[in-house]
């Protein structure tokens, strides 16, 4: 809790933090030419931190106007302070931490909607980027297209009024459609979440939204769209824990001043980015962005070994009883199911990209990294948005190719563990009794546990879950079926055998 003696950071006490530590470059000499949606932890950890060094480095004023999707109590904590807030580094043996001065501006989308008309419409702003999760782009289940029949959607697509759009995906849809309108300056949208093809992804569904509106100029629209809007697919990756009342102290020890939202995040981090832009955007090669034309090699092992092993790491150590990754590399099989996830899943991956077992041995290092307590709970929430995109596709090349898939079958055994409903044996001291067996959350969470409430036994569950997911074909893979549904009576019983 901060006390009433420390002075916040702001523009007025940076003179108090000892020169190394405050921002590369002077806040008050930048603009605002990039727009981001998604003013969460992983943004200010990433792609801030870039693109504040891409500005230090090559003296262009590229400042970010971060736009918050719905919560304004981040927008309200980063306004008191300027928009500035501090990063640290957690090395396992020391932590260094400085002050971030990349972000210029924070609004609410809808409280701040005329502001952030004016931004998408400004042809000085020529990157929008976005971190909204795989929840937030509403594509239909198993399919890339948009899913309009979504409440909130269909909701964004009846708005009388900007200030009326709930979604990300409606807000952006409106706003390019407004800068078309006047004037059309070409503008990159740069996706950052942990999708394949997510630029891609993106396009999709926002030309999905522009072709269901009920605009006279909708096909003007799309045509402006296919030539001067670029929606380029992007890796990101670094591990960003969820901020704690600790990490705040140890930022006021370090900086000597009062940071209501710092981030913490591994030394590791990565960017690599399509170089397909519509027009001028920042430096971030500078600070060791890669530009690739193609970013798929480096997409698939990123999703199918780090964010694969990810997922798989938290269902099963979800179910040994730990609470965090370091928690369980520290097991006697954690370490084990990363390399054995990895080595099932290798052949899938194309050529082109990072070799796979040295990516695989920089994995165990960045899991066992103590001073990073990534919650099992928060990377296995919103799984059935999650797992589709990291372990369906390598699983369905392995059995189309009759290949082994006992990691992955393991992982998905963990997985559907993970969905019974509290009320199906979660232990009573765990946080939100209503909600999953471990206290993850899921937007499809109350379909999951019907598979349980429903089935008339553990195959049959497996298939219900697998339907749920869209994967009507895994669904009816009987050998796959029954190699999952072995595997439940152990983890159920707390047992991991790999």
């Known amino acids: 809790m901060k006390s009433s003696i420390v002075p916040s950071l702001s523009l007025a006490t940076l003179d108090r933090i000892a020169p190394d530590l405050r921002p590369a470059v002077d806040p008050r000499e930048l603009r605002p030419k990039v727009v981001h949606f998604g003013l969460g932890a992983f943004h200010r950890a990433h792609q801030a931190v870039y693109t504040e060094s891409a500005a230090a480095r090559s003296g262009e004023p590229w400042g970010i106007v971060a736009v918050a999707p719905r919560s304004t109590r981040v927008v309200k904590a980063m306004r008191v302070q300027d928009c500035l807030y501090s990063a640290a580094e957690r090395h396992p043996a020391a932590t260094t931490t400085r002050a971030i001065g990349s972000i210029v501006g924070a609004l609410g989308m809808r409280q701040d909607a005329e502001r952030v008309d004016e931004l998408l419409a400004d042809p000085g702003v020529t990157v929008l980027t976005l971190t909204i999760t795989e929840a937030g782009h509403y594509r239909r289940p198993g399919a890339d297209g948009l899913d309009t029949g979504a409440p909130e959607i269909a909701a964004d697509l009846a708005a009388a009024r900007t200030a009326d759009i709930a979604t990300v995906v409606g807000r952006l849809a409106v706003g390019l459609a407004a800068r078309m309108r006047a004037g059309g300056a070409p503008i990159s949208v740069v996706s950052c979440d942990n999708m394949a093809a997510n630029g891609a992804a993106l396009g999709t569904v926002v030309r999905g939204f522009v072709e269901a509106s009920s605009w006279p100029d909708r096909q003007a629209v799309l045509d402006w769209m296919a030539t001067s809007v670029a929606f380029p697919s992007t890796i990101v990756d670094r591990i960003v824990p969820a901020t704690t009342d600790a990490d705040r102290e140890a930022a006021r020890a370090a900086l000597g001043v009062w940071d209501e939202v710092p981030v913490v995040g591994e030394p590791y981090r990565q960017w690599v980015l399509e170089d397909?832009?519509?027009?001028?955007?920042?430096?971030?090669?500078?600070?060791?962005?890669?530009?690739?034309?193609?970013?798929?090699?480096?997409?698939?092992?990123?999703?199918?070994?780090?964010?694969?092993?990810?997922?798989?790491?938290?269902?099963?150590?979800?179910?040994?009883?730990?609470?965090?990754?370091?928690?369980?590399?520290?097991?006697?099989?954690?370490?084990?199911?990363?390399?054995?996830?990895?080595?099932?899943?290798?052949?899938?991956?194309?050529?082109?990209?990072?070799?796979p077992l040295a990516y695989t041995d920089d994995l165990v290092k960045r899991f066992r990294n103590r001073k990073i307590r990534h919650l099992l709970r928060q990377i296995g929430s919103d799984g059935s948005r999650k797992i589709p995109e990291r372990w369906f596709g390598a699983l369905r090349s392995l059995r189309a190719a009759r290949a082994g898939t006992l990691a992955l079958e393991l992982a998905l055994a963990a997985w559907a563990n993970a969905t019974r409903p509290a009320d199906g044996g979660r232990p009573s001291d765990a946080p939100d009794p209503t909600g999953q067996l471990f206290g993850t959350t899921d937007p499809a969470a109350a379909q999951l546990a019907a598979c349980w409430r429903e089935a008339a036994d553990h195959q049959d569950t497996i298939r219900r879950l697998l339907h749920v997911l869209g994967a009507a074909d895994l669904a009816g893979d009987g050998a796959l079926v029954a190699g999952i549904a072995d595997r439940l009576p152990a983890l159920r019983a707390g047992h991991v055998e790999i």
């Open 276 to 355: 397909s832009f519509a027009g001028p955007r920042p430096s971030w090669e500078l600070d060791g962005a890669l530009f690739v034309p193609d970013v798929v090699p480096y997409q698939l092992i990123k999703l199918r070994l780090l964010n694969g092993s990810h997922s798989a790491l938290a269902y099963l150590g979800a179910a040994a009883g730990c609470a965090t990754i370091a928690d369980v590399l520290e097991t006697g099989w954690g370490e084990r199911l990363v390399r054995a996830l990895s080595a099932e899943v290798t052949p899938t991956l194309p050529e082109g990209g990072p070799d």
